[in-house]
């Protein structure tokens, strides 16, 4: 058969597959494509039907309800935030997705040391407002019955489960206790739950032991989940806290993950190249562990993290009740000051309460504080440092940014091609709050302009494949992350030389430019710059690919 005739015959059988003459539901044209697996850009159009990518290629002429010109701009697949905190935000106003969604993020990972569930009688209370449930599927059925403008994914918090079955005691679970808790991590698996996760530098969370973890990631493991940390140490003993990852993910089967890898504290900034390396060393042995970072050097925590976790064994009501007395506080001071054998970030901001940065106030607090430094609150209070910590601690909760990294170990990191993007923020409706990490609005837009454009840390394609396909494996999301035909249609549209993180330290609610659209299975959800009211995000839950 000539070639002519068999290039003919292929297109009539094609066509006869429905491939040609079916209108489309959009086409992107005119773009430059960057398909998040790290290949050289290319240019076509893409034709997207019932929220799936169908056509790629030059598709000129062809039928679709409507074409988007994005004239030699880049298309992108969706950006996956490895670490977006909380989906409760968008279950009470969805306007807070807003924040995610133009920095091309089109889908959250949720869930650290605490989650949503599993509840109980005794927990219920963190519950949103205004909704109640107990476990990850009545959480989910609340979020699909409201309809959400992105997709979200959930870990089942080790810390959460601890919670519901031990309390916020210094305690090691009984075998009927920790059966208890194995139990309540199948449960969240089997609802959709993609793995278990831990903060283990915030109480209860830092009182679990290494075999307590391995056991409940064992679980996690029998429903093809992962293990994902926000490790023990993350300064002086971060390789030990990294080992006990590694052991964790290797003891019980599964792939682990490391969330927001740093080395704080200035005396620990050249550990973040042992990290990397130690890491590294696992792979190569066939260990499957993976990293993300968000791109500044101020982290955020809570401002009773300064105080060692020891002291909140009891539960941190009954400690909180002893910052009356002068007395603990010199003691406390005493030991803040003189003592680095736990993860103290008074000695990681250089013992200088300038470095702290208050981002936000608990119920009832002085919003002034906001935006301030401990040193600056100090003054406005016209009282000293040491006891506006204190009066802080004891009235928050308060959320603060130290300064305790450097810029060579985020270029460092971004080099490593096993690390993945974050914000380490929750949705945030930049109407109604009033202060935040400028992480929350900038941290994947600040990449692309920081660290690809300005500096040329590394290329976009590299860039967009940490942001999109690398996440996407680890979570098992293998319809999405990459742009090819038949994956999910969550696309990023941007100006590679336009692309701009507008949010800072002193104005940090503020949206990025140069990404006018984002798509999310299919559906416009920022229009040339504007936020539609369309609900097409999903809840993907492990091995499920959402209906259309």
């Given at each position: 058969?000539?070639?002519?005739?068999?290039?003919f015959?292929?297109?009539?059988?094609?066509?006869?597959?429905?491939?040609?003459?079916?209108?489309?539901?959009?086409i992107?044209?005119?773009?430059?494509?960057?398909?998040?697996?790290?290949?050289?850009?290319?240019?076509?159009?893409?034709?997207?039907?019932r929220?799936?990518?169908?056509?790629?290629?030059?598709?000129?002429?062809?039928?679709?309800?409507?074409?988007?010109?994005?004239?030699?701009?880049?298309?992108?697949?969706?950006?996956?935030d490895?670490?977006?905190?909380?989906?409760?935000?968008?279950?009470?106003?969805?306007?807070?997705?807003?924040?995610?969604?133009?920095?091309?993020?089109?889908?959250?990972?949720?869930?650290?040391?605490?989650?949503?569930?599993p509840q109980?009688?005794?927990?219920?209370?963190?519950?949103?407002?205004?909704?109640?449930?107990?476990?990850?599927?009545?959480?989910?059925?609340?979020?699909?019955?409201?309809?959400?403008p992105?997709?979200v994914?959930?870990?089942?918090?080790?810390?959460?489960?601890?919670?519901?079955?031990?309390?916020?005691?210094?305690?090691?679970?009984?075998?009927?206790?920790?059966?208890?808790?194995?139990?309540?991590?199948?449960?969240?698996?089997?609802?959709?739950?993609?793995?278990?996760?831990?903060?283990?530098?915030?109480?209860?969370?830092?009182?679990?032991q290494?075999?307590?973890?391995?056991?409940l990631?064992?679980?996690?493991?029998?429903?093809?989940?992962?293990?994902?940390?926000h490790?023990?140490n993350?300064?002086?003993?971060?390789?030990?806290?990294?080992?006990?990852?590694?052991?964790?993910?290797?003891?019980?089967?599964?792939?682990?993950?490391?969330?927001?890898?740093?080395?704080?504290?200035?005396?620990?900034?050249?550990?973040?190249?042992?990290?990397?390396?130690?890491?590294?060393?696992?792979?190569?042995?066939?260990?499957?562990?993976?990293?993300?970072?968000?791109p500044?050097?101020?982290?955020?925590?809570?401002?009773?993290?300064f105080?060692?976790?020891?002291?909140?064994?009891?539960?941190?009501?009954?400690?909180?009740?002893?910052?009356?007395?002068?007395?603990?506080?010199?003691?406390?001071?005493?030991?803040?000051?003189?003592?680095?054998?736990?993860?103290?970030?008074?000695?990681?901001?250089?013992?200088?309460?300038d470095?702290?940065?208050?981002?936000?106030?608990?119920?009832?607090?002085d919003?002034?504080?906001?935006?301030?430094?401990?040193?600056?609150?100090?003054?406005?209070?016209?009282?000293?440092?040491w006891?506006?910590?204190?009066?802080?601690?004891?009235?928050?909760?308060?959320?603060?940014?130290?300064k305790?990294?450097?810029e060579?170990?985020?270029?460092?990191?971004?080099?490593t091609?096993?690390?993945?993007?974050?914000?380490?923020?929750?949705?945030?409706?930049?109407?109604?709050?009033?202060?935040?990490?400028?992480?929350?609005?900038?941290?994947?837009?600040?990449?692309?302009?920081?660290?690809v454009?300005?500096?040329k840390?590394?290329?976009?394609?590299?860039?967009?494949?940490?942001?999109?396909?690398?996440?996407?494996?680890?979570?098992?999301?293998?319809?999405?992350?990459?742009?090819?035909?038949?994956?999910?249609a969550?696309?990023?549209?941007?100006?590679?030389?336009?692309?701009?993180?507008?949010?800072?330290?002193?104005?940090?609610?503020?949206?990025?430019?140069?990404?006018?659209?984002?798509?999310?299975?299919?559906?416009?959800?920022?229009?040339?710059?504007?936020?539609?009211?369309?609900?097409?995000?999903?809840?993907?839950?492990?091995?499920?690919?959402?209906?259309?």
């Open positions: 058969m000539p070639h002519s005739t068999h290039r015959t292929l297109f009539l059988l094609l066509c006869a597959g429905t491939l040609c003459g079916q209108t489309f539901d959009l992107v044209a005119g773009g430059r494509i960057v398909d998040g697996q790290g290949n050289p850009w290319y240019r076509a159009d893409i034709g997207i039907r929220g799936r990518v169908t056509e790629i290629g030059q598709l000129a002429g062809r039928a679709s309800k409507r074409t988007i010109d994005v004239h030699d701009q880049i298309v992108s697949p969706g950006f996956i490895m670490m977006g905190t909380t989906s409760v935000p968008i279950l009470l106003d969805r306007n807070s997705a807003e924040s995610k969604l133009r920095q091309g993020i089109t889908t959250l990972m949720a869930g650290e040391g605490d989650s949503v569930a109980s009688d005794t927990t219920a209370d963190q519950a949103a407002a205004g909704y109640h449930w107990r476990t990850f599927a009545e959480y989910f059925r609340l979020l699909e019955k409201k309809g959400i992105m997709n994914v959930h870990n089942v918090g080790a810390a959460q489960v601890r919670r519901v079955v031990i309390g916020e005691k210094n305690l090691a679970p009984t075998p009927e206790q920790l059966k208890r808790m194995e139990d309540l991590v199948a449960q969240a698996m089997q609802d959709g739950a993609v793995g278990l996760s831990t903060a283990l530098i915030y109480p209860p969370g830092t009182y679990a290494t075999e307590e973890l391995v056991a990631a064992k679980v996690a493991g029998q429903y093809g989940g992962t293990y994902v940390s490790m023990r993350e300064s002086n003993q971060v390789l030990d806290a990294i080992r006990e990852t590694i052991h964790i993910g290797e003891a019980a089967g599964i792939p682990a993950h490391i969330f927001h890898l740093k080395a704080a504290g200035e005396e620990n900034w050249p550990l973040m190249q042992d990290a990397i390396a130690l890491i590294q060393s696992a792979r190569d042995r066939g260990v499957d562990i993976t990293a993300d970072i968000y500044y050097i101020r982290n955020g925590i809570g401002l009773r993290s105080i060692h976790p020891r002291h909140y064994a009891s539960g941190s009501g009954p400690f909180l009740a002893t910052l009356r007395n002068p007395a603990v506080r010199a003691e406390l001071r005493k030991e803040i000051e003189n003592t680095s054998d736990w993860e103290n970030w008074y000695r990681h901001v250089g013992q200088n309460w470095n702290v940065l208050v981002v936000e106030v608990g119920p009832g607090m919003k002034r504080f906001e935006g301030k430094s401990i040193r600056e609150i100090a003054t406005m209070r016209g009282m000293d440092e006891t506006t910590f204190f009066d802080l601690v004891q009235a928050g909760p308060v959320t603060v940014n130290p305790s990294m450097n060579d170990q985020k270029r460092l990191a971004l080099r091609p096993w690390i993945s993007l974050c914000t380490d923020a929750p949705p945030t409706d930049i109407h109604k709050a009033t202060y935040a990490h400028p992480r929350a609005f900038g941290s994947f837009p600040r990449v692309l302009a920081k660290y454009r300005e500096e840390v590394l290329t976009v394609e590299a860039a967009v494949r940490q942001m999109s396909s690398l996440p996407a494996n680890f979570l098992k999301l293998y319809d999405r992350g990459r742009i090819a035909i038949g994956m999910a969550d696309l990023v549209v941007f100006d590679p030389e336009k692309v701009q993180d507008t949010a800072t330290f002193s104005k940090p609610l503020s949206f990025p430019v140069g990404m006018p659209y984002i798509i999310v299975n299919g559906q416009v959800a920022i229009d040339n710059g504007r936020f539609t009211a369309e609900n097409a995000g999903a809840v993907l839950r492990l091995n499920q690919i959402p209906k259309q």
